[in-house]
């Protein structure tokens, strides 16, 4: 299962309805799982940067990924552990980051392009995986990842999927630059649930600070999921953070 949030505008861009941005989703996907299956990868995840504040307050979020149903705890995970140095890297580098996992063969390899990465020296995760920096100003700047076992990819590999995933991330930017409908803008109940779920609060924590029900809590969260015309909480949360409604 794949999990976006973004929209685009591409060849179905005069039809305003869920159909056409499905389809072009689909389409972004589709890429990227071609992409994961050059270098042996297994999933696919997009982290992005919220673009706001001073780079003390900057964080990463996941917006795109395969992970499936423990999408959230994975995301978590992979921010909470490597967020921090990927952030700092982004802002000086572009060579391509890589790990290994936990596992005794849980590698991530380059023989011939290592000098040209940098390697993340702890095993944190329970997979390996190569990070693509990209830049593309405040709204654009993030990473396209490819997470697995073993991942084997060749110099040549990696400088072409660097690429693509530069072009990937362009069209990313364009697909979820529409702000929604002034119909559609948030409460303010369904933004402070939003910002206690983006700080890493269950509903049961929410609803415990707000003086509310859990059911409510959760009404609240899939209304403004609804609303922000995505398909599950953390992205509803990442494109509320880029829409400036939560930091």
């Known amino acids: 299962m794949t999990y976006l949030v973004t929209e685009n505008r591409g060849c179905d861009a005069g039809r305003p309805g869920r159909n056409g941005r499905a389809a ?21 995840a997009v982290l992005r940067t919220n673009g706001r504040g001073l780079p003390a307050a900057r ?4 917006v795109l990924h395969n992970w499936g149903t423990s999408c ?35 590698t991530a390899e380059t023989s011939d392009f290592g000098p040209f990465t940098r390697r993340l020296k702890d095993r944190k995760l329970p997979y390996s995986g190569i990070a693509l920096p990209i830049r593309l100003g405040a709204q654009g700047n993030g990473y396209v990842v490819f997470a697995g076992s073993y991942i084997d990819a060749s110099g040549e590999q990696i400088v072409e999927l660097h690429g693509r995933s530069a072009q990937f991330m362009t069209d990313l930017l364009t697909f979820d630059e529409k702000r929604p409908l002034k119909a559609e803008a948030l409460s303010d109940r369904e933004i402070s649930c939003l910002q206690m779920a983006g700080d890493g609060h ?10 509310l029900s859990v059911h409510t809590v959760n009404a609240y969260l899939g209304a403004a999921t609804t609303k922000l015309d995505s398909v599950n909480r953390i992205q509803a949360i990442a494109k509320a953070i880029r829409l400036g409604y939560i930091s």
């Open 24 to 44: 072009q989703a689909a389409g972004l996907v589709t890429r990227l799982q071609a992409m994961q299956r050059q270098i042996n990868a297994r999933n696919f």
């Open 72 to 106: 959230e705890e994975i995301a978590r995970d992979l921010i909470d552990h490597y967020g921090e140095e990927l952030l700092q890297h982004l802002d000086h580098s572009l060579l391509p980051v890589l790990w290994d996992g936990k596992g005794e063969h849980q």
């Open 59 to 62: 964080k990463l979020t996941c």
């Open 202 to 211: 269950i509903s049961e924590e929410i609803a415990e600070k707000m003086g």
